[in-house]
């Protein structure tokens, strides 16, 4: 299993005679209905309940006993991969005290960390994974100090790019047709083969990527279990201190999901927009996961336009987010979806256009306000938004359709297409350049950091990172998943164990390897291994706290205040203090807002309307 981000049949090694443990419950489930059992109604004395409960505790410590000796060492090495082990052999009651455990034993493990494998994991990185940037890629100068704003794309899967649907009125649509300008515009560099690489941290894992350059953890999320104790050396405070970026994110949700805000203060973030900036009003302003995109992205501008320029934001957006729902008034009059039978699918192009749409309107206010010239903006799908389950019911819309990019048919549908449907837009779209092109190289979330600093004109030749620039030649021509498996252009292994290869060219299994494919597939999973097993040992073991590259100020959380009452004053510090030096749009416009320059449809707000900033109730 990969990437499905919950408890899957295939996350634990199963036994048919797995089926022993269930069959007490089973019995008594029979009983019941047999009427052979019933529910014992007499009130309870204290003795009776303890003596019960003692003989209940003493039970499960024998069950826990004997685990342990029929799978030896069982919960020790485990327990911290996979949590659904200890779930099945010992049921959810023993499962909350490991875990307990568990966070003991992971503390443990960071103070025993040594030196010594720090060094290993360096030297590891210099000799595999370190790539110079390609000179012949000389964007570098003319991109120095520009602003850089990511957006997340929740749950975007590259199919959607230029694919055209029909509607139940029998109409053909683009169901994205501005993320599809940008994509085949020749201000942007467009990789075609990208993949998300996350494992059950999904969202956040692909946080971990980007900002970081190492991978989620084999289970669970990395953010959420490591994130506020970690030291990173992290892409905001990389380019706060190498360039003076200011940085900043925008979320749509709550700053304690996934641990965000501890993080983003190990990670140096100087500022944490989250839906205490914004009025979230849930019955008009906000969808399951938070602020409505187009509320987001226009609701921002009273902050953003206070950052000191050149600025790192991210702003990670939440409506394209299962359940894909909208309100009817969210809802594009001109856009109609398919009808597959499947909710699931069917909403989802819906909230993807509306994902489109938001980006429209920031990207006019980004050009309105003159901050377009001066960014790149860097867009990209975090991991799949359709799932394992549910996409054989994408062959509805795949199929006698030319603008689909991946085909199968619902009785076809394979670990392949599984595969395949990891693949994610990235795209790096830089005002006035003319040499954008589509990119077929194989590249996946784990690359885009050293990527872009080495398009800011960063050095990261003393930096640890498992990425591999983008754009340098030499760079490995496959990429890994976070269950062991790989794509490269002729052979896919959707896991580790996988029994089946498939052929990446023609989504066919190989019915014989031949020797030499043989050799390929066992050296490309042993560096896939070695490679996740290094991003596990320096992320498990916190090994970053050994080193300080050179000329790198180790980041203290301490320094990170973002609260809302603290975030407005020391902005307005900043902007007072520096005078006419002060670089933030606010600033270059007199002190005004840009606000009025962004246009919406946003049924909530009306054209134009000068807002003040929220302020969030006490
Ligand atoms: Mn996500």
Redesign the pocket.
């Known amino acids: 299993m990969f990437g499905t981000g919950g408890i899957g049949a295939n996350s634990v090694p199963t036994n048919i005679w797995d089926i022993i443990y269930w069959a007490d419950l089973l019995v008594i489930v029979i009983l019941f209905i047999a009427k052979r059992l019933h529910f014992d109604k007499r009130p309870v004395g204290t003795k009776r309940a303890f003596t019960a409960f003692s003989f209940a505790l003493m039970l499960f410590a024998l069950n826990f006993w004997a685990a342990d000796i029929i799978k030896p060492q069982m919960i020790m090495r485990k327990a911290q991969s996979d949590k659904t082990y200890v779930v099945r052999y010992l049921g959810l009651g023993p499962w909350l005290l490991t875990d307990g455990y568990y966070t003991h034993v992971a503390n443990e493990q960071r103070a025993n960390a040594k030196l010594q494998t720090f060094q290993q994991v360096q030297n590891y990185i210099k000799k595999n994974r370190y790539l110079a940037p390609n000179v012949s890629f000389d964007q570098s100068k003319s991109l120095t100090k520009r602003n850089v704003i990511v957006i997340?794309l929740?749950?975007f899967q590259q199919f959607i790019i230029n694919l055209k649907i029909t509607g139940s009125d029998g109409q053909q649509r683009e169901v994205t047709p501005f993320l599809n300008s940008i994509y085949n515009s020749t201000e942007t560099y467009s990789f075609e083969n990208f993949y998300s690489q996350i494992g059950q941290g999904?969202?956040s894992d692909?946080e971990t990527m980007l900002e970081t350059s190492t991978f989620g953890l084999s289970s669970g999320s990395f953010l959420n279990t490591y994130g506020p104790t970690q030291t990173f050396q992290a892409m905001p405070a990389i380019l706060s201190q190498t360039q003076g970026y200011s940085s900043a994110v925008f979320h749509g949700n709550r700053g304690s999901f996934y641990n965000r805000i501890g993080t983003y203060k190990s990670m140096g973030y100087q500022n944490f927009f989250d839906q205490s900036f914004f009025d979230s009003n849930k019955n008009t302003r906000a969808n399951t996961y938070g602020i409505k995109d187009k509320l987001l992205f226009r609701d921002s501008v009273p902050y953003l336009e206070q950052l000191q320029q050149p600025f790192y934001v991210k702003y990670l957006t939440v409506s394209n987010?299962l359940p894909y729902t909208i309100g009817k008034e969210d809802e594009d009059p001109n856009f109609q979806t398919v009808n597959t039978g499947n909710k699931s699918v069917d909403n989802y192009f819906l909230t993807a256009h509306y994902l489109d749409q938001s980006i429209k309107q920031f990207y006019d206010y980004l050009k309105e306000s003159g901050l377009y010239d001066k960014s790149v903006i860097v867009l990209y799908g975090?991991?799949f938004g359709v799932s394992n389950e549910n996409s054989p019911d994408l062959a509805k819309v795949f199929n006698n359709n030319p603008t689909a990019s991946l085909n199968f048919t619902e009785d076809d549908y394979d670990s392949f297409d599984w595969t395949q449907l990891q693949k994610t837009p990235f795209m790096i779209n830089i005002p006035g350049n003319k040499e954008g092109k589509k990119i077929s190289t194989f590249t996946g979330e784990i690359d885009v950091m050293p990527t872009l600093e080495h398009l800011l004109g960063i050095d990261t030749s003393n930096y640890v990172q498992f990425g591999q620039d983008m754009f340098a030649s030499g760079r490995q021509n496959w990429v890994a998943l976070r269950n062991g498996g790989f794509i490269s252009p002729d052979i896919t292994l959707p896991s580790l164990n996988s029994k089946t290869i498939y052929d990446t060219r023609t989504g066919l299994p190989i019915a014989e390897l031949t020797e030499e494919q043989k050799k390929t597939v066992e050296e490309t999973k042993a560096k896939v291994t070695e490679l996740l097993k290094m991003s596990d040992e320096l992320n498990n073991q916190n090994l970053l706290q050994f080193y300080t590259p050179q000329g790198f100020k180790p980041v203290d959380s301490a320094d990170y205040n973002y609260s809302f009452a603290s975030t407005l004053k020391r902005l307005a510090e900043q902007q007072k203090s520096l005078g006419a030096g002060s670089t933030s749009l606010w600033s270059q416009r007199g002190d005004k807002t840009s606000l009025p320059l962004y246009t919406t449809d946003i049924p909530e707000v009306k054209n134009g309307e000068d807002v003040p900033i929220y302020t969030p109730k006490q």
């Open positions: 997340h929740e749950s999904k969202t692909a987010h975090d991991h």
